[in-house]
Every structure is written in C-alpha cells, then in structure tokens.
C-alpha cells in the first residue's frame, strides 16, 4: 500500500536513559527573565538527562496578553527556532518546547520542524485526562481564560474541561491567588485534576499540592518531561500528510533562516 522502499532512516530510535538529549526551550515571549527562570526549571527536572538550549525571541511582546500578542508571538517562536537550528551544527534538536501557555504556532512549528514540538495547553491537558476525569486549569490574565477555551476547543480536548478560572495576582503574591482558584475550582466545579497553566506560574503547582486534595498539575513540568518521552520515543517525522516536509514558497519580509525551511529540498 506504501510502496516497496525501506525507509530505514524513519525507523524509530529508541533512546535510552543514559543518552543525553539534546532539547530545546523557547520562550513565548521577550522576557530574559522569565527565560532564565524557565531554563532552570527545565533543568531542575531533567537533571543530567539533557542539554537544554534556552531562547529568548528577538521580537514580540514582554507578556502575552491577547490574541494579537499572541499572534505576533507566534511568528516570533517560529523565527526563534529556525535561527536555533540554524545556528546548531547537527541542525537538529531531540524536541522542542514552547515556554507559553497559549503555545502560539505549535501546530506550524510541528509542520516546519523535524523534531517534536510540544505546548503547555496540549501536554498539560493530555497529562490530566490520564488522572481523573474532570479536569479544570487555573491561569492569569484577563483574556486568557477565553484564549485557553478557544484553543481547547480547536483542539477537541474541551469536552472534560469543567472550568477555566482566572487567578487574581496581586504584585508578586501569585500563591494566594492561585490557591484560591484552585479552590474554586475543587468546590464549585468539582475537578478531578487541576491545571495551573502559565510560564510565570511554573512550580507553584508543586508548593500548593500538600494542601489540595486533588492533583495539580504543572503545565510547564508537564510539557518538559511529555518533550523527554517523545525525544526517546525517537519517532520520525511525517512524510505524508499535513505535517510533513513544507512545500516550497517564496515568502516575502522573513529572515533569512526561517525563509530556509521553506525552499524546496
């Protein structure tokens, strides 16, 4: 049915614990600070089992606060990795991820990349489904709420998701915010498994589980490890379909890096 060849080079390569990965982290926004907080997050929970290669976007917004924010981020992310790549000898990472809650272009950088890409929403999500079987997310920002339902839905992942609650974070006291919506979110909606979703979030998930009787889970630990197991799991990238190898464009205005992956190989 697929023809006679042997594509020996899209057998799967099972790597095993003791090969180091080599991963990629890019922010989703241009904040140095949430990326060095985020790379040492990554590192914290992948200890010597990867390399991480963590960057900033050259453009885009310092948070992300909106659909166009987003939007922009997205083309931003895209640049990012390419320049990544790029810059790397090898030209490849073991997998990527994409340090934003609302993963801006995670489906684009799945098409134009050969390696995995994985998002915050979707890891989180995926992972909360496996523990219980109402799941709520807890997150910050007036419009994400909205923004995350919307992205849910796209995804076809919004039909065991009782509630999106915006935590209220006052300057830097995001605990007691987030405690509280967690709250909520076990009493009024009765979840099974909560999601604190967001990159500033990342690690609170962990303080407040001793005092939560359900699971927390953390979008950003869920994303970094969901990236491990899909860089061992070795799988090819498609080579038919919608996510396989771009077809060739000319397109006007973009970098000369991100131009490469689409001209015609």
Same mark, same amino acid.
């Given at each position: !049915?697929?023809?006679?060849?042997?594509? /020996?080079?899209?057998?799967?390569?099972?790597?095993?614990?003791? /090969?180091?990965?080599?991963?990629?982290?890019?922010?989703?926004?241009?904040?140095?600070?949430? /990326?060095?907080a985020?790379s040492?997050a990554?590192? %914290?929970l992948?200890a010597?089992?990867?390399? =991480?290669?963590?960057?900033?976007?050259?453009?885009?917004?310092?948070?992300?606060? /909106?659909?166009?924010?987003?939007?922009?981020?997205?083309?931003? =992310?895209?640049?990012?990795?390419?320049?990544?790549?790029?810059?790397?000898s090898?030209?490849?990472?073991?997998?990527?991820?994409?340090?934003?809650?609302?993963?801006p272009?995670?489906?684009?950088?799945?098409? !134009?990349?050969g390696?995995?890409i994985?998002g !915050?929403?979707?890891?989180?999500?995926?992972?909360a489904?496996?523990?219980?079987?109402?799941?709520?997310?807890?997150t910050?920002?007036?419009?994400?709420?909205?923004m995350i339902?919307?992205?849910?839905?796209g995804?076809?992942?919004d039909?065991?998701c009782?509630?999106?609650?915006r935590?209220?974070?006052?300057g830097?006291?995001?605990?007691?915010?987030v405690?509280? #919506?967690v709250?909520?979110?076990?009493?009024?909606?009765? #979840?099974?498994?909560v999601?604190?979703?967001? #990159?500033?979030?990342?690690? =609170?998930?962990?303080?407040?589980q001793?005092?939560v009787?359900v699971?927390?889970?953390d979008?950003?630990?869920?994303?970094?490890?969901?990236?491990?197991?899909?860089?061992?799991?070795?799988?090819?990238k498609?080579? %038919?379909?919608?996510?396989?190898a771009?077809?060739a464009?000319k397109?006007?205005?973009?970098?000369?890096?991100?131009?490469?992956?689409?001209?015609a190989?």
């Open positions: !049915m697929f023809g006679a060849e042997l594509h /020996t080079k899209q057998r799967p390569r099972l790597r095993e614990k003791s /090969t180091r990965l080599r991963l990629l982290l890019v922010n989703g926004n241009t904040s140095a600070d949430v /990326t060095t985020l040492a990554a590192k %914290r992948l010597d089992r990867a390399s =991480i290669t963590s960057i900033t976007p050259e453009f885009g917004p310092p948070y992300i606060r /909106t659909r166009s924010e987003a939007a922009i981020a997205g083309h931003a =992310i895209l640049s990012a990795i390419a320049k990544a790549v790029r810059s790397t090898s030209g490849h990472f073991d997998a990527c991820i994409v340090g934003c809650f609302g993963e272009s995670l489906f684009a950088a799945r098409e !134009m990349f390696f995995p994985v !915050m929403v979707e890891a989180s999500v995926v992972t489904l496996q523990l219980g079987s109402r799941l709520a997310i807890v910050a920002g007036e419009r994400w709420p909205t339902d919307e992205l849910l839905r995804y076809g992942l039909a065991r009782v509630g999106i609650l935590a209220g974070i006052d830097s006291d995001a605990l007691t915010g405690e509280a #919506a709250g909520k979110a076990v009493d009024r909606h009765e #979840a099974d498994v999601i604190i979703g967001g #990159a500033v979030l990342a690690g =609170i998930a962990h303080r407040l001793p005092r009787p699971p927390l889970v979008s950003f630990a869920a994303a970094v490890l969901q990236a491990e197991a899909l860089a061992r799991l070795g799988l090819p498609a080579r %038919r379909g919608a996510f396989a771009l077809p464009a397109i006007a205005g973009i970098d000369a890096e991100l131009a490469s992956f689409f001209d190989t």
